[in-house]
């Protein structure tokens, strides 16, 4: 069993997207899939790397022609269970790094809001991202998460008093650049890192999004929040969420792709 076997059997992804502070990253991430997905009449959308289905069991349950990809099975046993038969979704298991059981330029829309945070090499990203855009039609987007650097060192390293331990275990650069092998779970990157991989694949960027901003560093703050209040909460972060001189400092990022 892989180290990301061992992490999803055990850890609740929706009950976290569902936490008041999960949702932000959730209708964060729902509100520019919507926008894109809006541009195409019958739209076929893929999700590498579903999970437990938080988005592509949604988007199904709305209609949409969605193919979900998702490596591991614990996560795959709890997406079937919220079908009924009704929707039109394909499921498989697969890994992102190989799709080849998927058609070249055949996706409208493909949302891979999980497996980057789990590749730990470069050219991992860039294998992933290649087959991400191959599988999409020309015109189409490319919605694609992040797990961000500077918010890890801050909050982790920093507010949950582990830098001796990150420092010991050498992961971080001098820099303070995090360091990740497949046991840490997480591979944190930085803003000009996700440039270097759209530049190496026929993609221009539309948008880079930080999708929870400031909200996971005031968590117990938001989830006390009564709903006016959590409501502006949400007005004021979808002012600011495309501001792209705090964009690195989000946990987690959305970069928007058409491929061209």
């Not at 997905?37 to 999700?47: G, L, R």
Request: one cysteine or more; aromatic letters at 12%.
């Amino acid at each position: 069993m892989s180290f990301l076997d061992e992490y999803y059997n055990v850890y609740d992804e929706d009950n976290r997207l569902s936490s008041r502070h999960g949702q932000v990253e959730y209708l964060t991430t729902v509100k520019y899939a919507d926008e894109y997905i809006s541009k195409f009449d019958n739209p076929k959308i893929a999700e590498i790397g579903a999970g437990t289905g938080r988005y592509s069991v949604a988007y199904a349950k709305r209609g949409y022609d969605v193919t979900a990809v998702e490596p591991v099975e614990h996560n795959l046993e709890i997406l079937r269970q919220k079908l009924d038969g009704s929707e039109k979704i394909s499921v498989f298991s697969g890994n992102a790094l190989d799709l080849s059981f998927l058609s070249d330029n055949y996706f409208d829309v493909t949302l891979m809001l999980g497996p980057m945070y789990h590749l730990f090499t470069r050219e991992d990203k860039i294998k992933a991202l290649s087959e991400a855009v191959r599988i999409t039609k020309s015109g189409g987007f490319i919605l694609v998460a992040y797990c961000m650097n500077e918010a890890t060192v801050i909050q982790y390293a920093f507010g949950k008093n582990n830098l001796d331990h990150v420092l010991e275990a050498g992961l971080l650069t001098k820099d303070w650049h995090c360091k990740s092998e497949p046991k840490e779970i997480f591979e944190l990157v930085r803003t000009e890192d996700i440039s270097s991989y759209d530049a190496e694949v026929p993609v221009k960027r539309l948008k880079l999004i930080a999708t929870d901003g400031a909200t996971n560093y005031r968590r117990e703050v938001i989830d006390s929040m009564d709903d006016s209040t959590f409501n502006l909460w949400l007005a004021y972060h979808f002012a600011i969420c495309e501001r792209q001189d705090l964009i690195g400092a989000s946990h987690h990022t959305l970069d928007i792709l058409q491929k061209l």
